[in-house]
Nanobody
Framework: VQLQAFGGGLVQAGGSLRLSCTVR????????MGWFRQAPGKERDIVAA????????YYTDSVKGRFTISGDNAKNTVYLQMNSLKPEDTAVYYC?????????????????WGQGTLVTVSS
């Protein structure tokens, strides 16, 4: 399984970005997917995760109401729509796939990772 994340960039506070994660080797709908981020000098943390047909989606408190995880089955691509961005959202963002469809918040539970895409939010 291979994941490729892209869509990061520089945006002003209050702006929006949509990150994409293309999945190869399996279909994302048969797995659980997560988005993580790692800010400079900090550990990698969960941002959002979903087990799709299991009907469970998780967002960390700091992004609730601003970020949305979704997927396009035809493109086998998962998205993270990020609105009302804040400087504290600045980080490298990673998508990750867990072959077992149980929802997990810890990165160690995920089997495959994208390469990361940098999001920088200026004040």
């Amino acid at each position: 399984v291979q994941l490729q994340a892209f869509g990061g960039g520089l945006v002003q506070a209050g702006g929006s970005l949509r990150l994409s994660c293309t999945v190869r080797g399996t279909t994302f709908g048969s797995a659980a997917m997560g988005w993580f981020r790692q800010a400079p000098g900090k550990e990698r943390d969960i941002v959002a995760a979903t087990n799709w047909n299991g009907g469970i989606t998780y967002y960390t408190d700091s992004v609730k109401g601003r970020f949305t995880i979704s997927g396009d089955n035809a493109k086998n691509t998962v998205y993270l729509q990020m609105n009302s961005l804040k400087p504290e959202d600045t980080a490298v963002y990673y998508c990750a796939l867990r072959l077992r469809r149980t929802l997990e918040m810890s990165g160690i539970a995920y089997d495959s990772w994208g390469q990361g895409t940098l999001v920088t939010v200026s004040s």
